[in-house]
């Protein structure tokens, strides 16, 4: 086996956990401390993409359009959690699910209205746009890096806000027991506004890394939040742990089920007969691990201790 | 004791003679329905034809979700899955028969599709029921979510029938005399199978496993406390609304003789949820009710702006702020009752 | 001695550390009201929910009519005969009185796959469920929604419920909480009417009401079984009135 093309992609499944990470966490978040769940999570997702590309051609610098294009999308997590989200809270989870599912359907059309309808291409700077030399011999492209070592330090940062600050605490506490915050005088409303443009800003900050790989297209959230999904259910809803190592394992499953399931199949089968299985498997090959670790834990891997 | 009782129920269920404004409406949808699509037909109107049999086939597919969702309380929202793989029984074996290969199950045969997509139906929600319906709430909502997306995936990976571009179905499902290339025979077909199917959802929810089925909806702890294994009780109730469901794949999938990933995409879920709930869960015409709108509000909005999503979202997010309990509670406020 | 119809071996149960319940022999006989007593945080609710199979023990066994039942589901357990009333009233308050008791008829009745024939209108159901409301003072209410119901008139439900699943034990967790004087009157009535027929198990705080329906007492003081005996053997225990009644 190819170990440079093996080391590729490991890379790539990384890349991919890492992003997930980002969109599961602020799922992660909103589902464990507003007991919400929130279909639109992925417009997020769409929005940051869109944000960053015409910031992009405005600033004519990525890394700008970056910094920028985070803040924008906390706000319109902001605005939406005012406008409708914030009425959701006491409703129960189906109305919540077709709420959301109406803001998905807003959110499309109104990216379509403001970008038009093709997907809009982000260039990356020079330096960005290169491969560089890991280990030895094996070349690996330079953002995809970036990716891998922004999400890895954004798991460890949230990592550090949830443990050692005081809307971490804030946020713990209000994850085990809602009333008890409340009751300390701590403004709720403004504590779960703040969490919402969190994981909205995360969420938007996934679709600013993968824009320039894929392009900012409308919908592309849509397809990536239902494995931000399994990535809760297999980690447990409600964990962080859960999200970052489930994350890492879906993403990482997936990639190399694409890339190396019809090289395994061809050794016990024709290779007509694995080139027809392999795609067909792979891509089923996550929900199937959702589905035996469901069997197994129903739970998931790492339940959140208080609910 | 006991005759007031039942005259009571049934009055509550609108089909005696002494009609609400909820019987009163339910009859003259479906009258409605099956009398337009009829006129429209010797009118020499082929697009309401079309627009009835489209709206008939998702009102079989939403009365089978309000089966699991209204009376069951299981929020499915995967519930397309079925719909794709009902179609899918019509077109990959009409595909066979025509092209060669597979000649196990290369037919024409209608009520081979029609049996091949409720049993496959019925299978699937079998297997992916016994695990989802291991877990509640959210998590059975994302996992009913997942299971869809994954058979979406896999017909995507299935280039032989067209992958991401689906696949034409060249010769319709052959049943008996009918022939479904005439769209007044297609029609009455959907119409009559979605009759049939309002009457069984009818029985089964007033029968011995409909109150148990209610009664785990109300309170799962109770039910369980007074004996009563719930798990199975979803369980079959969930196999029972995939077949339903299937069915309704299979006759979508003669009508647009056409069969793709994209209707089992996760959104074509929310649609049929959205029609339930809009129409009102747990009522029996309800989801026709639902239906009816949906495809009216589609092609009315559809025909004013390409953003027809718009107007559409917002609709879906204020009638769940303003408007609980769907519109045949509206209706049956309005009309004095319960 | 006369074999008992629930008996528990050393039966535990620790959260985080704490031990809700420890090492509890209980046994209750065929046809005798047994009372557990003891004050808030005892460890009575937990001792229920482990009986009635929404808890498992950490350690320990429970036998039902001579059947080890220590892991088997709620629903069988129900199945055995074996019911439970709610301190909290559970019922499906959607459907009406009627429904509730028909429905725990029909548990017992055991065909509830039948997909087809009306079950409202089932005259042996129907008719049975009749009987039982009208034991319990509920005949007039037999179609009213449970959620329109007083809280007197819910909690004569529940107990309607249990009874109508033709349990052989009826656990009875608190059956007078939340209850006027008049209203807990009732309740006491129905029970004392209940005394003949069926086994009960009954966990509750007023005294008056436990000493005058109990044949026996056991009392429970931080997790553990420090007494078992007859209301007078109970009254006139040393160990009991320190622990329990002197704080009256």
Known sequence: ?307 | MLRPASAHKTAALGLTPRLGARGWLSVGLLALIGGGGVVAHFAGAPFYVDLATRLVCLAIAATSLNLILGYGGLLSFGHAVFIGIGAYAVGIPSYHATYGDWQAIASYNGFFHLALAMGLSGLFALVTGAISLRTRGVHFIMITMAFAQMMFFFFVSLEAYGGDDGLTIDVRSELGPLSLDDPLQMFLLAFGVLLATLWLVDRLVHSRFGLVLQGAKDNDERMRMIGFNTYVFRLVAYVIAGALCGLAGALLGNFTAFVSPDMLDWTRSGELMFMVILGGAGTLLGPILGATIFVVLEELLSGLTIYWHLPFGALLILSVLFARGGLMAFVGRLGGND | MTESLLKTVDLSKSFGGIEATRNINLEVRPLETHAIIGPNGAGKTTLVSQLSGTLLPDRGAIYFAGQEITRLSPHRRAALGLARSFQITSLLMSMTVLDNVALAIQAHDGHSFRFFARARTEPGLRRRAQEVLARFDLAQRAHAKVATLSHGERRQVEIAVAVATGARLLLLDEPMAGMGREESRRIVALLEGLKASKTMLLIEHDMDVVFALADRISVLVDGALIATGTPEEIRANGTVRRAYLGEM
Request: charged residues 10%.
């Open chain 1, 1 to 307: 086996m190819d170990t440079t093309l093996l080391f590729v992609q490991f890379l790539n499944g990384l890349q991919l956990g890492v992003l997930l990470f980002l969109l599961a966490a602020g799922l992660s978040l909103t589902f464990g401390i507003m007991d919400l769940v929130n279909l639109a999570h992925g417009s997020f997702y769409m929005v940051g993409a869109f944000l960053c590309a015409t910031l992009t051609y405005w600033t004519g610098s990525y890394i700008w359009a970056l910094l920028l294009a985070v803040p924008l999308t906390a706000l319109v997590g902001l605005l939406t959690e005012l406008l409708v989200i914030r009425e959701l809270y006491t409703r129960d989870h189906l109305e919540q699910v077709l709420a959301t599912f109406g803001l998905i359907l807003c959110f499309d059309a109104l990216v379509q209205m403001i970008w038009g309808s093709e997907g809009i291409a982000v260039p990356l700077p020079a330096w960005l746009d290169g491969r560089v030399a890991l280990i030895g011999s094996i070349e690996v492209p330079t953002f995809r890096l970036l990716i891998i070592g922004a999400g890895l330090a954004i798991a460890a940062g949230l990592y550090g806000l949830v443990n050692h600050t005081r809307l971490g605490m804030l946020i713990r506490a209000g994850a085990s027991n809602r009333t008890m915050v409340a009751a300390h005088g701590i403004n709720i409303r403004l504590l779960f506004s703040a969490v919402f443009a969190l994981g909205a800003a995360l969420a938007g900050l996934a679709g600013m890394l993968i824009a320039p790989i894929t392009e900012a297209s409308i919908g592309m959230g849509n397809q990536i939040i239902i494995t931000a999904f399994v990535v809760i259910v297999v980690g447990g809803v409600g964990s962080m742990k859960g999200a970052f190592v489930s994350a890492l394992l879906i993403g990482l499953i997936d990639t190399l089920g694409r890339s190396y399931l019809d090289t395994i199949f061809k050794l016990f089968m024709s290779t007509k007969a694995a080139e027809t299985a392999a795609p067909a498997l792979s891509a089923m090959l996550i929900y199937i691990l959702m589905a035996v670790v469901l069997a197994l834990r129903p739970q998931g891997l790492f339940p959140a201790k208080v609910r």
